[in-house]
Every structure is written in structure tokens, then in C-alpha cells.
């Protein structure tokens, strides 16, 4: 079992700075992909970044410019840097994590595991 946990959310002031992280622990070689998501109350969840050797790095339109994602290999740690937030970036922001091959599984091609992640609060406002 792979266990996935956010960290770093909170409030920040419009046009402020925030980063956060999604450790992985558990039984696993290597973390394949990742990709950071957000709900805001009443919406759909969405992608904001993702990144894997397989599809590379993908940004959502409204995040391009201002969030990067990163990863430590050596912590088994993915990253959102957030910069210049607005008032719309405010949701919970959940990491989900994919583990072994990249194969076709029925009609799709796609990672064999996935795990997520509880979500961290992000909250902009002045």
C-alpha cells in the first residue's frame, strides 16, 4: 500500500506565494507520475499540473505562468509552487500519484496504480 499526504496549504494574501507538498510512503520503487488537482466548493475537481516521463508536464490554462510543478527524487516528494495567486486559486488542492509500468489497460494507456492524497486547504483572499 502507497500512502500519499498534502501539506502547506493555508491563507495568503492576493499576488502572495505558496508552496505545497505530497510525500509518498509505503511499499514502492518510484513514483511514475503525479498530478495536483483542486475543488473548490460547488465546482468540478480539476487538473491544475501533472508530470511523468511518459506525458511530461501539463499546466491547466488558468495556472500557466504562475504554478510549477516539481519533484525530489531523493524524498520521494512532489511539489506545487504557487506564485501570484488570485482570489479563483482558493479550493482544496489534492496530489494524486501513480506507480508501475505505463501500459494499456482495456481502451487506455495509463500508469497500473494511483493513489490520493486527503487535500490541503488553499485560501486566497486579502
Known amino acids: 500500500q502507497v500512502h500519499v499526504v498534502e501539506s502547506g496549504g493555508g491563507l495568503v494574501q492576493p499576488g502572495g506565494s505558496l508552496r505545497l507538498s505530497c510525500a509518498a510512503s509505503?511499499?514502492?520503487?518510484?513514483?511514475?507520475?503525479a498530478g495536483w488537482y483542486r475543488q473548490a466548493p460547488g465546482k468540478q475537481r480539476e487538473l491544475v499540473a501533472a508530470?511523468?516521463?511518459?506525458?511530461?508536464?501539463n499546466y491547466a490554462d488558468s495556472v500557466k505562468g504562475r504554478f510549477t510543478i516539481t519533484r525530489d527524487n531523493t524524498k520521494n516528494t512532489v511539489y506545487l509552487q504557487m506564485n501570484s495567486l488570485k482570489s479563483e486559486d482558493t479550493a482544496v488542492y489534492y496530489c494524486?500519484?501513480?506507480?508501475?509500468?505505463?501500459?494499456?489497460?482495456?481502451?487506455?494507456?495509463?500508469?497500473?496504480?494511483?493513489?490520493w492524497g486527503q487535500g490541503t486547504q488553499v485560501t486566497v483572499s486579502s
Open positions: 509505503g511499499s514502492f520503487n518510484s513514483i511514475a507520475g
Open positions: 508530470m511523468s516521463t511518459a506525458r511530461g508536464t
Open positions: 494524486n500519484l501513480e506507480f508501475g509500468d505505463f501500459v494499456q489497460i482495456g481502451p487506455r494507456i495509463q500508469y497500473e496504480y494511483s493513489y
